[in-house]
């Protein structure tokens, strides 16, 4: 073999990676400013328009955005069935970094919209998470849900009694498997938890922080 042509090609192979190492840096860095950027100026209104094109994908026609929270560290939406106006997912936009590095951390990062973790996850009995928006309908298995909103509230307000005092379990929203609950502390907005329709496992949302205002649609 030629000693030459090695040289070359080791050469050559040195120089690729070099640029695609500038190539990732510079992505690595226009990310971090794009992203800084962003959280610094999103609006409620932009989020909104963030919402609006997720469910585009999914083309389906009965669900719609039912409103959207703005949180100190997020926007919190809430998707919903017109026909039955039960909640069908929840989505978040971050306003902070994931703590996830590279290129999969700048895809999660501001401005970018995402199933909500937690029960919308982990107890939706119909919406999993399948396909390239996230979600996909498994089947209608509503009727299995064995206690009502109303009991839902009062589980939550027991919590409550014994975890966050002076706090009063108020809204309640019914999803497939669970039902959202507003926690609500001297008039205001304090935050928010989940109640397991069959287990009634309360699950508090400690990932919002301080409540900031409210999109209805």
């Known amino acids: 073999m030629n000693p030459g042509k090695n040289k070359t090609i080791i050469i050559s192979m040195a120089v690729v990676l070099a640029a695609l190492l500038v190539f990732y840096s510079f992505l690595f860095v226009r990310g971090i400013i794009f992203r800084a950027s962003w959280r610094n100026s999103l609006t409620i209104n932009e989020a909104a328009k963030l919402a609006e094109d997720y469910l585009k994908p999914l083309n389906d026609a009965d669900l719609a955005i039912d ?5 100190e560290l997020n926007f919190y939406i809430v998707n919903y069935e017109k026909k039955t106006n039960i909640g069908a997912f929840e989505a978040i936009i971050d306003k902070r970094s994931t703590g996830i590095g ?32 996230g979600w996909m309908h498994i089947g209608n298995v509503y009727a299995n849900a064995s206690i009502t909103g109303e009991q839902a509230r009062e589980y939550a307000q027991e919590y409550l009694y014994e975890y966050f005092s002076g706090t009063i379990a108020e809204e309640v929203h019914s999803f497939y498997g669970y ?39």
């Open 67 to 71: 409103e959207i929270m703005e949180f």
């Open 179 to 217: 039902n959202i609950i507003h926690v609500m502390k001297e008039g205001k907005i304090f935050g928010m938890l989940s109640v397991n329709s069959a287990t009634r496992q309360v699950w508090y949302h400690n990932w919002h922080g301080a409540y900031v205002q409210t999109l209805e649609f």
């Open 102 to 133: 590279g290129m999969m951390g700048m895809m999660m990062g501001y401005g970018y919209i995402r199933p909500e973790q937690g029960p919308n996850m982990m107890w939706n009995t119909k919406y999993d998470m399948h396909g390239e928006m």
